[in-house]
């Protein structure tokens, strides 16, 4: 499993230096502040295209910028792939487009919202390499029950009889070990280690001296797990209640 680590870093450039060197990056269109580092610094590296940001502060989606903007990059030997543009509270009909409408010699992995059709899920998994899992509509906050009764249906739906993924899975917010242990992502991503590296109460008395030290802990973590190989049903039935 990849577990790549939401950018921009706080602090100092040396503390984005320290927690991104060697591992693995997600830099969203909206704040390419630490892009030079990811690029010199990181294993590898995806792009957000910021329709979270949209979703949660209004606004909309610069397709047209993003998409030259992923052609300058993708020949980049660390780049993996960029969210295709989506509206995160959309219709399904209007996310199609956007998909028809992405150029085909970019890397790109189409979203699946979890307020869509398990049809929908169903089709882009026939036909995607990768997609992505995005927490939408009721199911907004990863982990609840009702968000685990929903992620069991779409497992379910898109998991073979030994509960293999009939593609690779990419799960978005959800680089959480109590999250991502349980089902069978190939990569995940959160803000985590960026955000809460500037947080002195996760530590407690050994709190380390910096920002950048804090985060890199996180990471380290987060990192020391792996996710599961294969979705289990009864297992994850349990969690839901």
Known sequence: ??????????????????????????????????MGIVAEACQSFIFDNGAFTVWKKGGQVDVDGYTRWVDE?????????????????????????????WPGHLPGVPVWHMHESIERL??????????AL??????????????????????????DDLGRPQCRLHGLRM????????LPLASADSTNAAVNGGSISRFGMYTPPSAGQRASVIADRIESHTSSPIWQRESQTELAL
């Open 73 to 101: 990059w993708y020949r980049h030997p660390g780049f993996d792939w960029a969210l295709i543009p989506d509206v995160i509270d959309g219709d399904e009909e209007a996310n199609d487009r956007l998909l028809e409408q």
């Open 1 to 34: 499993m990849i577990h790549y680590h939401g950018t921009p870093i706080g602090g100092t450039r040396q503390d984005a230096a320290r927690l991104l060197a060697g591992r693995h990056a997600l830099v969203p269109f909206p704040r390419q502040d630490d």
């Open 134 to 159: 995005g927490s939408s509509g009721q199911w907004r906050s990863p982990g609840t029950a009702a968000w685990w009764k929903r992620m069991g249906s779409a497992m379910d739906a898109i998991c």
């Open 122 to 131: 169903q089709r882009l998994a026939k036909v995607w390499r990768t997609i």
């Open 175 to 182: 680089l959480d070990p109590a999250i991502f242990q349980s």
